[in-house]
Structures are given as structure tokens and as C-alpha cells.
């Protein structure tokens, strides 16, 4: 059996640069009950680092989550975000707070000058490609650095051209348009296309050799890998040893899906349905965004790629070169690994 290593399948982590100031993690009874709304409540306990603009409320079990993003004059400061955990009976039980003090530095008196045109322009100078999967696009943050706060745009764009993908963010000083920082991750790509017919249930083989029955869609002639079963669907593309994402929707004429081609696919659809069920079963958790999202996943992407990712919207994985690995699909643990990053 080939290898299987999910903790060597570099292009998957995320490294976000370290950010000065933070609290981390306080737990127990940290406020009274209280009638005031859960944002209202988190808010109060963070405010003496600056103001807050709620990002997001979300309801898990009798606990509503909050998520803010500290700003100065409407601009979001990187990094800077707090969550909490308010009970039903308005006590705050959890806050992670990543919250930086960024009144009165020295560095936000100088505005910016620099425009969003020109900072994408540099961006595109720094990373040197020709070809972009989503085009650069610029962001005004407040970026802490060491004991400073200086205005920089945050410029992202996603690149799957070439030997690697990559979705390299890069934040530009505001004024000087220095490079401040810089890291590569994986994110949003073009959205899937779906089928719409008669649920059914195909057989087929995996990539370790057993047998396995899943969920398809008749649509027409064809059957397509495509589970209408778990939240807003399972599906499964072919990426034809290409760098284009998704792909096209997996199909097969008999429902049988038991070529050696088709191995590394059934695994992905296989394995995306055990790790949807794990969630669901062991943590109630309805897909990765607790709203049923879409699992998607592209399957013989580029060629004798060693690796597989989550970008976003849908996890990718390569067939290996054969000898460090073989098709990624293949191992749960992988599966369930990347699948994870959308969770986190």
C-alpha cells in the first residue's frame, strides 16, 4: 500500500502571521445573566479595546456564537477578532480574545495615499503571474506591526496555473507601498455545477480495492456522483488532470463505477459521506458551516500531484506520482483532515 500521510501534505496549512497582543482564550461564569442581546453582551466585555462590528450570531444548541472584528473609523484591524460564548440565560461562558489595543499609535496618523489600483499593480509585480483563477483584489486594513498600527491594503488572489496552486496574500504599507507581509493559502474558486433528477445508489471500487455503495442522481442517461441525501448535497468532480477547477460532474452509464479511473472518485464521495455523518452523528453539526453546505470535491487534479487541499468551496486532491503517494482520495484521515479546515 502506498503511503498516506496527512500531516505532510504541506500545501493544505494555512499560516497566518503571529499578531502581537493577544489574550487568547478566558472560560468559566464571566459576566451575570443578562436580557441585553449576545453581541450587546461580548461587546461590553471587550469594549475597552476599541469598537466592534459584528461579523456574525450563531445559534449552537442552547449558546448563541459571536464573532467581532475590531475596527478604527470603519476600517477592520487584521487579526483582531473576538468570539464568545453566551448561554441561554445571557452569561458569557467563553470569549477567545484576539483583540490588539491599537489606540493612539503613531503609525495611523499618516492616512492612506497609496490608491487600491496601485496596490494590486505591486501585488501583481511581487508574485509574477500571468494568469489568475480569481483576480487580485484589494482590502483597506489596519495592520499591526510590532508596537505599531500602520494603514495596509490586504491584496489576495487565487493562481492555479502552474506547478502549484496558490492564493498568496500579501499586505502593502498604505503610503510606502513596502511589503509588510506576506503568506500562501488556498481559498474560493469558481462555483460547481449539479444535476437535478432521481436519487439512486451506485456501487464501486475504492482506491484500497473494496467494494463500496454510495448515493448518485439519475439525470437523462446518466448516473452522477452527486449524494442529494446530506445537507445541500455530496458531489464529486473530475478535474482530467488539469489545473481548472471543479471540473466535470462525475458520470457513469450503468451506475457501476468500478474502472480504475474511476477509484480515486469513488473514494473522495465516499469518504466526504463518512466524514459529513461523523459530524453529524458525534456533534450534531450539519456539514462544515453547521448549515448544510455543499461538500465538493475534484478528483485527478494536475498531474502526478502529491498532495490535496481544501480552497475554499471544495476539497482537491492529486493522483501522486505514484511512489510518495498514490491517489490522496484514498485515506480517510485525509479526507476527514481537509474537510476539518472548513470547519476550523
Partial sequence: MKKFLATSLVASVLVVPTVVGAEGLQAGKLTKASS??????????VN???DFAVQNVEKDGSSQIV????????VPVFGSVVVGN???DGTLKAVVNDAINVKGK????????LSEKKAIKLYQKAIKASEFEVAPKAELVIYPVKNDAVYAYKVTSTVLAGKEPSRWTYFIDANSGKVLNKFDQ??????????TGTNAVGTGTTVLGTSASFNTVKSGSYYYLQDSTRGKGIYTYDAKNRNTLPGTLWSDLDNKFNTTYDRAAVSAHVNAAKTYD????????NSYDNAGAALNSSVHYSTSYNNAFWDGTKMVYGDGD??????LSGALDVVAHELTHAVT
Fill in 86 to 88: 453566551v448561554a441561554k
Fill in 278 to 285: 461523523f459530524y453529524k452523528n458525534t456533534y450534531g453539526r
Fill in 322 to 327: 505514484g511512489s510518495t503517494f498514490t491517489y
Fill in 48 to 50: 475597552k479595546k476599541g
Fill in 186 to 195: 488556498l481559498a474560493h474558486a469558481k462555483p460547481v455545477n449539479t444535476v
Fill in 36 to 45: 441585553e442581546p449576545a453581541a450587546t453582551i461580548v461587546k461590553d466585555f
Fill in 106 to 113: 503613531p503609525g495611523l496618523a499618516k492616512k492612506a495615499t
Fill in 67 to 74: 464573532r467581532l472584528q475590531q475596527e478604527v473609523d470603519g
